[in-house]
């Protein structure tokens, strides 16, 4: 007998059969591919998650934006001025919600009619006996608009409105004083006739919100400007205006002619969707929320 031992491997000693590898590797195969799946299921849930998100933020910071200026809108106007407006996404194609304040308390009076074309704005005149129109009761008021318009770098945004016939327009103040002792403003050419005494001129400004649907995009126009809209936000597909009045009465669109005034709105509600793709699926949000123009309270002397 060798005194060795035996040299055959016990069964403790041996290795893995060709079976057990074979099993092993397929556990091991399968507990992998359920790893991963769980972990690309938690990936996709959490980019899922970052989407919504962005696209509350979105909706989020558009109704903020337009809510600031909704507090703001009818700031030193009276109601006979159309501080609100809505148009209505089934007359042109998109809503558009109009949003207007007065940048000073002080307003002019045309006190010579002005016809289209007229660059030359005379808010003072001997001839016409309206309080409004005497020189030392305008000085102080042209005072005001030419600093703010010296201030605002020598052009100052106005609004002219002809408050008979309830239309109006942007013009830029670019200079102006006395000529022949009445007061004048200088601008751009008027593109209407203008009466006198039935017309006003403001330091109006002005923010229409519209939605681009094309490029699913929430633009600002600032002072009438439709040629440079600012993006408020992206990736939002719907945008909707409506406004609770008095009465209990409900409208989606309100424009100058309206038999109803600005300072009959009770709430102005805004509901905005947003949508974005991810991995082949629209993931989309939407919200809703009514604001108080808090100007419809203010005095209306």
């Given at each position: 007998?060798?005194?060795?031992?035996?040299?055959?491997?016990?069964?403790?000693?041996?290795g893995f059969s060709l079976m057990e590898v074979l099993i092993s590797s397929g556990i091991s195969s399968v507990v992998m591919a359920m790893i991963i799946s769980s972990?690309m299921v938690v990936r996709d849930g959490f980019y899922t998650d970052v989407v919504r998100t962005r696209i509350n933020s979105n909706l989020r910071s558009s109704t903020?934006?337009?809510?600031?200026?909704?507090?703001?809108?009818?700031?030193?106007?009276?109601?006979?001025?159309?501080?609100?407006?809505?148009?209505?996404?089934?007359?042109?194609?998109?809503?558009?919600?109009?949003?207007?304040?007065?940048?000073?308390?002080?307003?002019?009076?045309?006190?010579?009619?002005?016809?289209?074309?007229?660059?030359?704005?005379?808010?003072?005149?001997?001839?016409?006996?309206?309080?409004?129109?005497?020189?030392?009761?305008?000085?102080?008021?042209?005072?005001?608009?030419?600093?703010?318009?010296?201030?605002?770098?020598?052009?100052?945004?106005?609004?002219?409105?002809?408050?008979?016939?309830?239309?109006?327009?942007?013009?830029?103040?670019?200079?102006?004083?006395?000529?022949?002792?009445?007061?004048?403003?200088?601008?751009?050419?008027?593109?209407?006739?203008?009466?006198?005494?039935?017309?006003?001129?403001?330091?109006?400004?002005?923010?229409?919100?519209?939605?681009?649907?094309?490029?699913?995009?929430?633009?600002?126009?600032?002072?009438?400007?439709?040629?440079?809209?600012?993006?408020?936000?992206?990736?939002?597909?719907?945008?909707?205006?409506?406004?609770?009045?008095?009465?209990?009465?409900?409208?989606?669109?309100?424009s100058e002619t309206d038999e109803k005034n600005w300072k009959e709105i009770r709430n102005i509600k805004i509901s905005l969707a947003g949508n974005e793709a991810y991995?082949?699926?629209?993931?989309?949000?939407?919200?809703?929320?009514?604001?108080?123009?808090?100007?419809?309270?203010?005095?209306?002397?």
């Amino acid at each position: 007998m060798s005194t060795f031992g035996s040299i055959n491997p016990t069964k403790y000693e041996r290795g893995f059969s060709l079976m057990e590898v074979l099993i092993s590797s397929g556990i091991s195969s399968v507990v992998m591919a359920m790893i991963i799946s769980s972990v690309m299921v938690v990936r996709d849930g959490f980019y899922t998650d970052v989407v919504r998100t962005r696209i509350n933020s979105n909706l989020r910071s558009s109704t903020d934006i337009i809510a600031m200026n909704i507090r703001q809108a009818g700031e030193n106007l009276q109601r006979t001025f159309p501080a609100i407006l809505v148009t209505d996404e089934a007359i042109d194609g998109a809503t558009t919600l109009t949003l207007r304040r007065n940048l000073v308390p002080e307003i002019l009076t045309l006190c010579t009619a002005a016809s289209s074309g007229t660059q030359s704005l005379y808010v003072s005149s001997s001839s016409n006996s309206n309080s409004a129109c005497i020189a030392s009761n305008v000085e102080p008021l042209y005072d005001v608009f030419d600093e703010l318009r010296v201030d605002n770098g020598n052009s100052l945004r106005i609004f002219i409105y002809d408050r008979s016939a309830q239309v109006g327009e942007f013009l830029n103040f670019t200079t102006g004083g006395q000529s022949g002792g009445e007061y004048y403003l200088f601008t751009n050419s008027i593109s209407r006739d203008y009466p006198a005494l039935q017309t006003s001129i403001y330091a109006i400004e002005e923010y229409s919100f519209e939605l681009d649907s094309e490029n699913e995009t929430l633009q600002l126009f600032i002072d009438g400007d439709i040629t440079s809209p600012q993006a408020v936000a992206f990736s939002i597909s719907d945008f909707s205006v409506e406004l609770t009045m008095d009465d209990g009465n409900t409208l989606t669109s309100f424009s100058e002619t309206d038999e109803k005034n600005w300072k009959e709105i009770r709430n102005i509600k805004i509901s905005l969707a947003g949508n974005e793709a991810y991995k082949g699926e629209t993931i989309s949000n939407s919200m809703t929320a009514e604001y108080f123009p808090r100007n419809v309270l203010s005095y209306d002397g």
